[in-house]
């Protein structure tokens, strides 16, 4: 098995500028997939002349945003400055949504600085045409170890609604069997209990999700070298439940393009930007390499390898530092 993992990019500017040459994108450039399915621009989601350029007359029933928590470009912002410029792209989104339409924001709370940013910015939210539907919880299967505090495992997924946006029922279940019955109720004449009355033998999932895992190195679509990577999993229950086959679908931060990869799957049609050159060109890389071999991402490789794998002097630079050896 290879193993040639990738330190976080944003962490090292040695790594991040030896690979900056190998980017398709400068800052400003757009790409378009060959196959007419989907667009991915290297620009800054507020910058309005470059997302209508990206954009065109494409409307979106269902826009899913990660953004940096309280970090802006990669520098650290206070909640106020954070909550402005998400302002700023949350009326762009709006403006692009159709009437009917559903909008997930992953949102991080800091637990050690009163929870920022997250309730300055549902109170932002408040005065915008997006109505609040759910506050979800994904748990993590492994948390930042403490032994003076309870351990953070969760993960803040905000759902707000425009009009009266599709919500498809029946890509809702989890794979976790019901066990336990009760809830009982007379159904023409006859006692029943839950599982009886049931579309499907699976608990349904709530805002709670307890069944999605969340990346690690050992898991196949790991995409070394990025972080906070969504899993595609937890994509693929929004792009199903939220979005019809053929849909579009916004996205302003693709980082390692999970919600891009989950379109793919899932017959949607997805429109992302990153204002990094380096994420941009993760993205189409693991996009290909879906469509070349249905794996999802590198897991213990990396999108960079062969261009590694010639560069000397990079590799001698890992070797040094991180005891990385290719």
């Known amino acids: 098995m290879v193993n040639f993992p ?3 990019l944003d962490k090292d500017p040695t790594i991040y500028k030896s ?3 190998y980017c398709r994108l400068q800052p400003g450039e757009i790409w378009s997939d060959p196959l007419a399915k989907h667009r991915i621009g290297c620009i800054e989601c507020t910058d309005k002349d ?3 350029k990206l954009i065109g007359d494409a409307r979106f029933s269902l826009a899913v945003h990660d953004p940096p928590y309280n970090i802006i470009a990669f520098k650290m912002q206070d909640s106020n400055s954070f909550v402005d410029w998400c302002r700023e792209w949350i009326t762009i989104t709006d403006y692009y ?6 909008l997930y924001i992953w949102l991080g709370a800091d637990q050690k600085k009163h929870f920022e940013p997250f ?3 549902i109170i932002m939210m408040k005065d915008t045409d997006f109505k609040s ?3 979800i919880t994904m748990r993590n299967q492994r948390g930042y170890g403490t032994q003076k505090n309870w351990m953070s495992i969760r993960q803040e997924l905000l759902y707000y609604i425009k009009g009266n946006p599709k919500f498809n029922t029946s ?3 989890t794979n976790i069997s019901k066990v336990v019955k009760g809830y009982y109720k007379e159904i023409n004449g006859k006692v029943t209990e839950n599982i009886e009355r049931s579309r499907s033998d699976k608990i349904r999932a709530g805002n709670v999700w307890i069944d999605i895992q969340q990346v690690f190195h050992l898991k196949e679509e790991n995409v070394n070298g990025c972080f906070a990577q969504k899993p595609v999993a937890a994509l693929d229950r929004i792009v199903k439940v939220s979005s019809g086959e053929g849909d579009y679908v916004l996205d302003f931060f693709s980082h390692s393009g999970t919600t891009l990869i989950s379109c793919e799957k899932n017959n949607r049609n997805c429109y992302t930007v990153d204002i990094d050159p380096i994420y941009c060109e993760i993205s189409i890389r693991r996009l290909e390499r879906y469509r070349q071999t249905g794996l999802l991402g590198w897991q213990n490789s990396n999108p960079f390898e062969n261009e590694i794998k010639a560069d000397k002097r990079l590799q001698k630079y890992l070797n040094e530092k991180y005891n990385i050896k290719y």
């Open 6 to 8: 990738l330190p976080r």
């Open 19 to 21: 690979l900056l040459k």
């Open 50 to 52: 470059s997302v209508a």
């Open 97 to 102: 949504m159709l009437k009917d339409s559903s």
């Open 119 to 121: 309730a300055e910015f």
């Open 133 to 135: 539907r759910s506050f």
């Open 171 to 173: 890509n809702v279940y």
